[in-house]
Structures are given as C-alpha cells and as structure tokens.
C-alpha cells in the first residue's frame, strides 16, 4: 500500500536538512526494533545537497549513529540509508523513500511509504511541492499533510 506524507521542515533548505537527518533517524530506530532493518532511500535536489546531508548523518541524530552512503559510492560497504539524487539509480527495494527534491520521483509509489520533504519558502520550492501533492490525487493517492 502507497501512502504519501508531506512534511513541512522550515523554511530553508539549512532546517530542511537537519529536519531531514531526525527523520531519517527515527525512521532507522524504528525499524531497529522490528525483525529487520528496513531500507531507506533518501533523495536530494543534487549532487551537492546529497554531499551534504552525508556529512549532516555523521552529526545528526546526535545520540545515534547511522549507517549511509552515497548511492554512487561502491567503496562503502551495503547500508540501509542510501542517499540519491537525480541522475543516480536507486535498484533495491526500498522500504521509504524520503524525497528533499521538491518534484516526486516518477517512481514514488514503488515504496512502501514516501516522506516528501516541504520547504514553506513562499516560493518556488513549496510551489513543486505543490505540484507533487496534486499528481499524489492525480494518481489517486490521498496524501496526509503534516505542517
């Protein structure tokens, strides 16, 4: 079952990130607690905003660590965080996918459940969040909205 949550976290792309980081967080805790880890696919905007939510996963959550990598880096060893961006391909099946890129993945309802990520900047980044949220109904989806 697809179910959709959009999330506002701030109103700059700095609160997004570290909103983005406890989530991910609580997320990876949780599954800690069931009989497997599940598998999450955060998605930024970009090449340099997955750089820096990578280094942000060291740091935060400050009481946890969590093992991630950048999607592209086959060095590191399997994690169940995976950090993408468009242009990089994600192949596993992912339990969640946490989206920071305002505009869904055109592959959105292949998870479990999808965090779209929303930036309240009275611009162009909540507009394509926007945006999103109408092609969830379009697709039949009823998205919860959390503010």
Same mark, same amino acid.
């Given at each position: 079952?697809?179910?959709?949550?959009?999330? %506002? $976290?701030? =109103?700059?792309?700095?609160?997004?990130?570290?909103? %983005?980081?406890?989530?991910?967080?609580? #997320?990876? #805790?949780?599954?800690?607690?069931?009989?497997?880890?599940?598998?999450? +696919?955060?998605?930024?905007?970009?090449?340099?905003? $997955?750089? $820096?939510?990578?280094?942000?996963?060291? =740091?935060?959550?400050? *009481?946890?660590?969590?093992?991630?990598?950048?999607?592209?880096?086959?060095?590191?060893?399997?994690?169940?965080?995976?950090?993408?961006?468009?242009? %990089?391909? $994600?192949?596993?099946?992912?339990?969640?996918?946490? *989206?920071? +890129?305002?505009? #869904?993945?055109? *592959?959105?309802?292949?998870?479990?459940? %999808?965090?779209?990520?929303?930036?309240?900047?009275?611009?162009?980044?909540?507009?394509?969040?926007?945006?999103?949220?109408?092609?969830?109904?379009?697709?039949?989806?009823?998205? *919860?909205?959390?503010?």
């Amino acid at each position: 079952m697809e179910k959709v949550n959009f999330l %506002t $976290a701030g =109103q700059s792309e700095e609160s997004a990130l570290i909103f %983005t980081c406890d989530l991910v967080g609580k #997320l990876y #805790l949780n599954s800690l607690k069931k009989d497997h880890i599940e598998l999450i +696919n955060l998605r930024c905007f970009d090449a340099n905003q $997955a750089h $820096a939510i990578d280094k942000l996963l060291w =740091q935060i959550p400050e *009481n946890l660590f969590i093992p991630h990598k950048l999607i592209n880096d086959k060095k590191s060893k399997e994690c169940k965080v995976e950090i993408s961006y468009p242009g %990089t391909r $994600a192949i596993k099946n992912y339990d969640f996918l946490i *989206n920071l +890129n305002p505009q #869904l993945p055109s *592959n959105y309802r292949d998870f479990r459940e %999808t965090y779209q990520i929303v930036i309240k900047d009275d611009s162009s980044l909540q507009e394509k969040a926007r945006i999103s949220y109408k092609k969830c109904l379009k697709d039949g989806i009823k998205p *919860n909205y959390i503010d």
